[in-house]
């Protein structure tokens, strides 16, 4: 799974927001506001990886067990997926 | 053809109908520089027909005009039209801003009517915010509103309020990241990536050093008093 | 060392800004042709509240 690729970044106080460049033409309104953990998953989930890799990855940098990870991120699956971002 | 100076910046306009000549006379100026020159074409005048369809000829003059200057001076003077309403208190500038609906200009009202002539309405529906030499400037303009409200002045940003119908009174400060959203909506900006990446970092330039205030408020005058309070405690910091 | 964890967050907003110009537009009857009607507009306004 992975998230549609052509999103900018760009710092905003304490966050980071992802907007659509030109080419992407169905999100020209869209603003995504994550926070540093957030910006993370999404930069592991711009290539195609399993579920269990990023649960690895996010295991392997941060102070956390894997049922926390595993709830958190299948919010964030969530939400990106109600985006329609989510490719799977 | 008549130069206007709006948001400090000398714009030609050729107004052609009454209504438009009107809404721009307190802005029109003697110098004979000017920075640029709006005209509306056919096309604008199309376009806008589409945006807001069944409206007289002359709106469309104007709201096209506007849309020009605010294209300008988002391009190329570092300002934002804002969807506000702009008062001026005790030497500073607040804007207070919410969705359409909420009492925006009610709550105005309000300070008018417990402070009188302490306060100056700069406009009542959408000021520019500019900044010079990194001050953000507020300065009124000719498109005030319904209700016609506002002068012909500018103060610097003191502090912004997201103002939210509550039954009782209470301010409280905003983080910066949750105003991000709500400014957005409020702002004039098109919406290709560069204008997005400019937006985004001319909001955060402008929350940078400017307070940001949630007030939770009814319609009782003190509501005035509760948001004053939290303009009283920044000064005292 | 691992890295202190905070909640994965995310927002997303469609922001929905296209009547920014529009909003507020007086309707004909509005005597905004007139210079008087600035003045008699502001304070009808303020009477109401008093």
Redesign the interface.
Known sequence: MKIKNGFILRKFADKIVAVATDEMADYDNTFIKMNSTGEFVWNVMQNDVTYDFIIKSLLDKYDIDEETAKNDLDEFLATIKKAGLLDE | MPIYKIANINIKINPKS??LS??L?DYETNENNFDFTVTVTENDIINEKK??PN??DF?YES?AT??NI?KEIFNNYNGV???SVAIEYSGKAYIFTAK?GTGK?THI??W??CLGDNVKIIN???PFIRFIEDKPIVFGCPWQ?????GENTSCELGGIFFLQRAKENSVEPL???KS??PL??????P???MG??KA??F??KL?KNTPIFLLKCNMNDDACYTALSAIGEENEN | MKEVYSKIEIEIEEINNDDVITTSTPSPDDPIAEDSARDNAYVSWFDDLI
Request: hydrophobic residues 40%; positive net charge.
């Open positions: 009454q209504y009107a809404l006379r945006i807001a409206f007289p709106l709201s506007l849309r605010s039209l804002f969807h359409s200009t009202m309000l008018k009517k009542g529906d959408k509103g319904k209700e016609n409200l983080p910066k990241e991000l959203f957005l909506n409020a702002c004039d900006f919406k290709n990536s997005k990446i985004m970092d909001i955060e929350t």
